[in-house]
Nanobody, 115 residues
Framework: QVQLVESGGRLVQPGGSLKLSCGMSVHISNFDVINWYRQAPGQQREFVASIDTDGDSRYRESVQGRFAVSRDNSIHMVYLQMNNLKTDDTAVYYC?????????WGQGTQVTVSS
């Protein structure tokens, strides 16, 4: 019953911007930390960003200053604003939450950065 659904992924040119959304079921509390991960073809998933209940966020070094995560607790939505996209940002992006020691993942949304 825990569900996360990502959306917003598309093809974008290098230097472009894109905003991803993650809709969350009501089982995911506003007190929970929500994470964004990504997985490029042939690679393992890697941490991208996270946001806590207070809106404090953290980022992997390679996206610092370019990406911004936010949340709207009233509608159980989390967002990932991606600016100045680079080819290396190409990946399937996932939102994630850990509840009672178990990780839950969305189905992912494809972001392709290419000319």
């Amino acid at each position: 019953q825990v569900q996360l659904v990502e959306s917003g992924g598309r093809l974008v040119q290098p230097g472009g911007s894109l905003k991803l959304s993650c809709g969350m079921s009501v089982h995911i509390s506003n007190f929970d930390v929500i994470n964004w991960y990504r997985q490029a073809p042939g690679q393992q998933r890697e941490f991208v960003a996270s946001i806590d209940t207070d809106g404090d966020s953290r980022y992997r070094e390679s996206v610092q200053g370019r990406f911004a995560v936010s949340r709207d607790n009233s509608i159980h939505m989390v967002y990932l604003q991606m600016n100045n996209l680079k080819t290396d940002d190409t990946a399937v992006y996932y939102c994630n939450v850990n509840l009672y020691g178990k990780d839950y993942w969305g189905q992912g949304t494809q972001v392709t950065v290419s000319s």
